[in-house]
């Protein structure tokens, strides 16, 4: 039993609603929300801290023992994913100071910011299948709010196609559970997943693995389901855009993720091919969409598509060395996804655009954002020594050990057009011939480029020290590998 | 024109009071029957609802200056708070406490804390049940 679980659940939940109550102090709510943000990166950098130490952390909610009551679950790879999301929790905050218009911050922007940090964590900490659907829902809510905040007539066109996709999605989700339920008589995931490997994993658990596949894969912007990101990520302003960007599909990712190494284990002959098919066509028509687009948020929001591809590759691939390269992948592309959706905010407060045929020559006058954003988008690329690198690396690495040559080659192709996609902007943005007006060309970025700069340095970091870091991925993923860990500290046998 | 309400005005008054009445005895029977702080609440919402129904909508609000947005904030807050109180006790949150109590003049009374929980789902669920209509009614255009 350990309370410090709920602190990044909890904390957020509860400050959001105490900013509720001071909806007319926004300086009150800035420095509210920035404490909160700030805090919450210690404790979850300090849960890891505990979990690596002394092992998977649980805690059952009213005292209640699993598989009956609920619980929280705290492992490597779930403490993991609190640190990165509370790091772009933190960063897109300070940036969102900057740039979110005061008519936006006045209409419970701070509020929803914090519920959906809480939805996210929740997904990532809890060990119930239906708790997961419930912080999907809490994280879908809040995100509905902050994609249509501000109503512009572009943002509440494209957020109710993403509200209708998501409220689809959610009820096969609940038709998921109900069918896992109606076959094992529980909804623990631990017990899920000793009753699957009791029963075997035959027909009908596949055919609920697949649902769960397509339902995650929606939320999660996997191929062919990944339509309606683009459009919906390129509505609201950029440090939203940012976070969910760096944050939500990866939360899809996460239960695929999670599921597919814990319930779903059985049969990766059939499940895991399934992946490895999908994660091709993600990568490949995500990088495809990014090539043909001229917008600077349009390109960014088809690279998540082919990055998750990435992600679910090191799942599909299934085995230590992939799976770790895949959680490596989660966190550099977390960073360097959100640090680049800041670049495009900063570059749009200068020019007011973010259509690349209309900017160029900022170079000259703005060299450090430049610079600076040369470094990320290399670095997303997979330039060696930035984190990108490593990443691919591992995955490509495995894909060849195990003989898998075609994928390799869609994810290297991939990772060329990548690199064209991100040197086109670059090219069209800062180099040729200077088109700002002279009022533009003094604008003071220091405070936007603040926030980005914490994660250009995580991504030099992760790039240079990639030694340590790596086998950090590798003991989350032999974790995630042996599921008899996390089933004997949840059911305590 | 001039329409007359005399009829609704009347009916309402006391009919209104029926049902915000009946909603509190709901609310507190749902411990072990139905009823709860959701019904409870919607009728108790349905009740005031009644009252901006047949009133004008300024008109209640001067009677009634609540802030909506304040009760689901309130609400919440009560929630989070009936979890948490059992930190305090090192016990794992959302922890139950339950115990009977002789309380002058209703005789022996089971207090368990999930009771101002109930109270904070009510405020919540009033909360949201008027906000989104008000506010749908208060839309000018």
Known sequence: ???????????????????????????????????????????????????????????????????????????????????????????????????????????????????????VHGAFLTGDLFNLFVFFEVMLIASYILIVHGGTKYQLRESFKYVVINVFASIFFI????????????????????????????????????????????????????????????????????????????VGIYAIIRTFTLIFIHDPGFTHNLILILAGGTMFFGVLGAVAQFDFKRILSFHIISQVGYMALGLGLYSQLAIAGAIYYIAHHIIVKSALFLFCGATEKITGTTDLKKMSGL?????????????????????????????????????????????????????????????????????????????????????????????????????IGAEPIFSFSMEVANQLLEPSQYINSVLKE | MKTNYLMLHTITRIVALIILSFSVYLFFAGHYTPGGGFIGGLMFACGLLLLYLSFDLNKIQTVLPIDFEKVIAIGLLIGIGTGLNSLLFGDPFFTMYFDTFTIWPFGEVALTTTTPFAIAIFLVVVGVALLTILTIAGDEA
């Open chain 1, 1 to 119: 039993m350990n309370n410090l679980l709920l602190v990044p659940v909890l904390a957020p939940f509860l400050i959001g609603t105490i900013l509720i109550l001071f909806k007319n102090h926004l300086t009150v709510q800035r420095w509210i929300s920035a404490i909160t943000a700030i805090g919450m990166l210690g404790f979850a950098f300090y849960i890891t801290y505990i979990v690596y130490v002394d092992g998977i952390q649980t805690i059952e909610l009213g005292g209640w023992a699993p598989p009956f009551g609920i619980v929280l679950v705290a492992d490597l790879f779930a403490s993991l994913m609190v640190i990165l999301s509370s790091i772009v929790g933190v960063v897109c905050l300070f940036f969102a100071f900057q740039t979110i218009s005061k008519e936006r911050e006045k209409f419970f922007f701070y509020p929803f910011y914090m519920y959906l940090l809480a939805g």
């Open chain 1, 175 to 250: 038709v998921g559970i109900a069918y896992i339920y109606s076959i094992t008589g529980t909804l623990n995931m631990a017990d899920i997943a000793v009753r699957v490997a009791e029963i075997e994993q035959t027909g009908v658990l596949n055919a609920i693995a697949v649902l769960f596949l397509v339902v995650f894969g929606m939320k999660g912007g996997l191929f062919p389901l990944y339509f309606w990101l683009p459009n919906s990520y390129f509505g609201p302003p950029s440090a939203i855009a940012a976070l969910f960007g760096g944050l939500l599909t990866k």
């Open chain 1, 363 to 463: 170079l000259k006058s703005y060299p450090v954002l430049g610079w600076l954003f040369l470094v990320t988008a290399i670095s997303l690329a997979g330039i060696p020594p930035l984190s990108g690198f490593f990443s691919k690396f591992a995955l490509i690495l495995n894909g060849i050990e195990q003989e898998r040559y075609f994928i390799v080659f869609i994810s290297l192709v991939v990772g060329i057009l990548t690199l064209f996609s991100m040197m086109k902007i670059f090219i069209y943005v800062f180099w040729g011939e200077e088109s700002l007006a002279e009022k533009d060309k003094n604008k003071p970025i220091m405070p936007l480029l603040a926030p980005i700069l914490p994660l250009v340095a995580l991504t030099v970091i992760l790039g």
